[in-house]
């Protein structure tokens, strides 16, 4: 986590201790993002790495911050949660400069948070990071059966969805009804 | 752990889906009817025009392969058996639906069905509606024989191929399935791949084609001078070949004059030794053919272009090669060659 700055306000963040960079020093200094997620950890981030990023990558450029700028208001992003922006944090400045291999042995493994990772990941546009996420999700279902898949995918049975189905039309119609009486009750 | 895929956004199932292979998009399919127009849906809206789908006939039981541009190999999808085989092979529980049982056997569903006919109609609708395809290819052995007309009736755009295997378990032979193949106006656009067993009095006397291969093994044997003459295919292979050299000089002499115009590879392989000493005596050789083709090796094309070289009356080329167990001729018509190559 050497790019992760364990600090918990997002207005002043102290100086974060950056990521390993790649043997080439750049010739011009690079800039630096700062991000954080729910938990309000803020994340310093290399403008290379957040490149991945396409949705990061257009706020930079519509924003044109000076440094000074960046680090007094990091991107807020508010529906990650604190663990997953690290892992897409690592994994951008892993990547940072290069196309991704296509076994990369970087990429997180955390099963269990794959569906907060793949939430993520399609939100900040991370294209590569979310086909490797998808390749995950494929695999999961290799060689299982209609019924081993409902099960890992979470698929609700037909009867189940038709359930579903009723329920929601059932609250509908009293919502409507609540509605009506409600604007009856104005007209009185 | 539980991955909830029907709670992720769009493109995340989009992707997802398009990562899969044929065979675990049918078994998916089987989860519910909500992903089964899910997974329909997506292929209406991206239709993968490279992929093309084949339905398999052959004694009782019958298949649905999909061949993509990813596999070099057809993946079967989903296979129809009759229902007294179902004790004994699926993996897991049957699970018992409207019209058949289904089961989960070697990576794909199975259905087992007391009509196994009706069967194979079903897993080829249903495949060809959840990937938006028509059939392209019908591989059958004489069993199959109504499946021909039965796809041609379900679709608009005709059968590219199609394809007549043996049938190890019968003792006699197929004459009336090929007869009825060969008879028919037209079973398939492209190919032609005939491997039925037929008895060595058997004959055809019509003509077959217009479509691009015609693959006839390992017994060609009741191929006569006349058919050859009258096959319109632009390549034309045919094994246990037992066409005379005499037969071979009349068909040149044909094709000279213009004649199977549209045919730019010939391949006989002959059921006997053949003598053709002094065979270039008949032929009016001329210079070899002067091809270019970047997609193969300078050798390789020498390798082809090496031979007797005669000319057709318009001025195309072609190339024969022959020995006591065969007979090629390359016929040097550029642009239609390198469809075959």
Not at chain 1, 25 to 50: C, N, T, W
Not at chain 1, 130 to 150: F, N
Not at chain 2, 62 to 73: A, F, H, K, L, Y
Not at chain 2, 221 to 233: A, E, I, K, P, S
């Amino acid at each position: 986590m050497s790019s992760t700055e364990q600090g918990t306000s997002s207005a002043a963040p102290a100086e974060p201790t950056t990521a390993p960079e790649s043997a080439a020093a750049p010739e011009v200094p690079e800039s630096f993002y700062y991000v954080h997620g729910k938990d309000k950890v803020v994340h310093k981030v290399s403008a290379g790495a957040l490149q991945h990023s396409a949705l990061i990558h257009g706020m930079i450029s519509n924003l044109g911050y000076t440094e000074e700028q960046a680090k007094a208001n990091p991107f807020p992003f508010e529906n990650i949660d604190g663990d997953i922006l690290q892992m897409v944090v690592d994994w951008c400045n892993q990547h940072k400069g290069k196309p991704t291999p296509p076994e990369d042995t970087n990429l997180p493994k955390q099963k269990e948070k794959l569906f907060d990772l793949v939430l993520a990941v399609n939100y900040l546009e991370i294209k590569e990071l979310l086909t490797y996420c998808c390749k995950q999700v494929a695999m999961m279902v290799k060689g299982k059966s209609p019924e081993e898949i409902r099960e890992i995918w979470m698929i609700p049975t037909d009867a189940e969805d038709e359930a579903a189905e009723k329920e929601a039309k059932k609250r509908a119609g009293k919502e409507a009804a609540g509605e009506t009486a409600a604007a009856a009750g104005d007209a009185k | 752990m539980p991955f909830p895929i029907l709670r992720t956004p769009f493109v995340v199932l989009s992707e997802v889906i398009s990562l899969l292979e044929p065979n675990e998009i049918v078994t998916a399919s089987f989860c519910s009817k909500k992903v089964r127009r899910l997974l329909r849906k997506q292929h209406q809206r991206r239709k993968p025009l490279e992929w093309r789908l084949y339905m398999i006939q052959q004694e009782c039981w019958g298949q649905v392969d999909i061949m993509t541009s990813r596999n070099d190999e057809p993946v079967t999808v989903l296979s129809a058996k009759h229902i007294s085989e179902a004790s004994n092979e699926s993996e897991h529980n049957l699970i018992q639906m409207n019209e058949y049982k289904r089961g989960f056997s070697l990576e794909l569903p199975v259905l087992y069905f007391e009509d196994w006919e009706t069967g194979s109609e079903m897993i080829v609708d249903y495949a060809a509606d959840l990937f938006n395809l028509d059939v392209y290819g019908l591989e059958i052995d004489r069993n199959g024989i109504w499946a021909i007309d039965w796809i041609n009736n379900r679709q608009e755009k005709m059968l590219r191929s199609l394809e007549l295997v043996e049938n190890d378990l019968y003792d006699m032979c197929g004459d009336e399935e090929l007869d009825y193949i060969l008879t028919k106006d037209t079973c398939a656009s492209e190919y032609y791949i005939l491997k039925e067993t037929v008895s060595d009095d058997y004959r055809f006397d019509g003509k077959l084609g217009p479509a691009r291969h015609l693959h006839i093994y390992p017994k060609g044997h009741w191929v006569t001078l006349d058919n050859l003459m009258n096959f319109d295919f632009i390549d034309i292979q045919v094994e246990g070949s037992t066409l005379s050299v005499p037969d071979l000089h009349t068909f040149l002499k044909h094709w000279r004059a213009g004649g199977s115009h549209r045919l730019v590879y010939l391949k006989l392989d002959f059921q006997n030794d053949t003598n053709f000493e002094n065979f270039e005596r008949e032929l009016e050789l001329v210079e070899k053919a002067n091809v270019v083709d970047d997609r193969v090796s300078e050798e390789e094309m020498a390798d082809w272009i090496d031979g007797l070289t005669i000319q057709r009356m318009d001025g195309v080329k072609a190339t024969i090669h022959l020995d006591i167990r065969y007979f090629v001729l390359i016929v040097w018509q550029s642009t239609i060659f390198q469809k075959i190559l």
